[in-house]
């Protein structure tokens, strides 16, 4: 910038600072002061970790099995240190793209020690899709299998949303931290994945119109004693993004968690200064045959959010339409690649 420009710069800042009147000023909360939360609220701020060894659904060997012994936990968080740097084979058909090196799949079990995060249906499973639910899965995964045009692939495949961002939030496959900011009358979660932040009002306003629908869904949050509830509605027909990519690593596709009809409640507590309980029920009757509901915990950590630019260099989506292009060419000449 030049003189002239730093001048006419300066000559504005020192009029706006004129204007604005000495209270506004004084109201202004001093630098670094975290928000006021109210003295009778629990304090969610600050970074969170949810990665966990705990599986979503409980092994259907032990359907009664609720809890982990001490022995147990021990065993499992033992073999995870172990196992961390052991590199298996892709799978058939997988070129490998994401290995250990990029799995971030925790060293440690939930702090309730639960044998899965789904707490109902009691046997820990989730419940069957409804057979419009599955054929919906369905449909989305033939076509991201086809590829035809960016629209046709999971919204996870074009950045829009992130896979364990939420909501409702679901420990999986890698940067699985968040941050919550907290004032009186707002709660702000702003997740690793996809660089994500949602805004929950808590002060009782209105819902949006149903007609506004968003890939988030509209949330709205209020207090039950020390436990912050949190619903939402007023989702697209896209699904929610959760878990979507899950038939890459081997899990059943869940791109279809909820959709237009989904009614999303999650609860947030505190079971101590250092872990934060998290449960969420999803009902959706278009999708699933009963509502489901989860619980894991979150522990606290000072280390950063680091920026997530899925969409800067996303070569994952080239490939994707290059790789289906190919197999089309592959398959007009006969099987032959050329």
């Known amino acids: 910038m030049n003189g002239t420009g730093l001048i006419v710069r300066g000559m ?11 209270t506004g000023l004084r109201a202004q909360a001093p630098r670094g002061a975290k928000p006021s939360i109210g003295s009778a609220r629990p304090d969610f701020q600050g970074n969170w970790r949810f990665a966990t060894l705990t599986p979503l659904e409980r092994s259907k060997e032990t359907p009664t099995k ?17 196992n961390q740097d052991v590199e298996a084979p892709p799978r058939p058909g997988d070129p490998g793209a994401y290995n250990r090196f990029w799995i971030e799949s925790g060293m440690t079990v939930v702090a309730t020690k639960r044998t899965s995060l789904v707490i109902d249906p009691p046997d820990g499973r989730l419940p069957p899709l409804t057979p419009e639910g599955q054929k ?5 995964l033939e076509a991201q299998k086809r590829a035809e045009h960016p ?3 999971l919204i996870t495949d074009r950045c829009i949303v992130g896979f364990n961002a939420g909501p409702p939030i679901i420990p999986f496959a890698y940067n699985q931290n968040l941050q919550i900011v907290q ?16 805004v929950i009002p808590l002060d009782g306003r209105p819902r949006l119109p149903g007609h506004i629908r968003q ?22 027909d896209k699904g929610t993004g959760t878990l979507a990519l899950s038939p890459m690593f081997g899990r059943r596709g ?23 309980l998290y449960e969420f029920t999803v009902t959706d009757p278009t999708i699933w045959t009963r509502p489901w509901t989860a619980s894991l915990t979150m522990t606290k950590t000072e280390e950063p959010l680091y920026e997530y630019a899925c969409h800067e260099a996303n070569y994952g989506m080239e490939g994707l339409l290059r790789g289906a292009r190919a197999t089309e060419k592959q398959a007009a000449n006969g099987g032959q690649a050329r």
Request: avoid cysteine; charge should be negative.
């Open 151 to 153: 629209e046709s692939l």
């Open 215 to 236: 890939f988030r869904g509209d949330s709205r949050g209020r207090w039950d004693g020390k436990t912050l509830v949190i619903e939402t509605s007023n989702f697209t």
């Open 254 to 276: 869940l791109g279809d968690t909820g959709d237009e009809n989904l009614h999303l409640v999650e609860r947030l507590s505190l079971l101590n200064d250092k872990t934060l």
């Open 183 to 198: 004032t009186v009358d707002t709660l702000m979660v702003q997740t690793e994945m996809v660089h994500d932040a949602r």
């Open 12 to 22: 504005f800042v020192a009029f706006v600072i004129a204007t604005i009147p000495v």
């Open 136 to 140: 919906r899965e369905d449909a989305r």
């Open 66 to 82: 609720e809890f982990l012994t001490d022995e147990e936990v021990a065993a499992i968080e033992k073999r995870a240190v172990q």
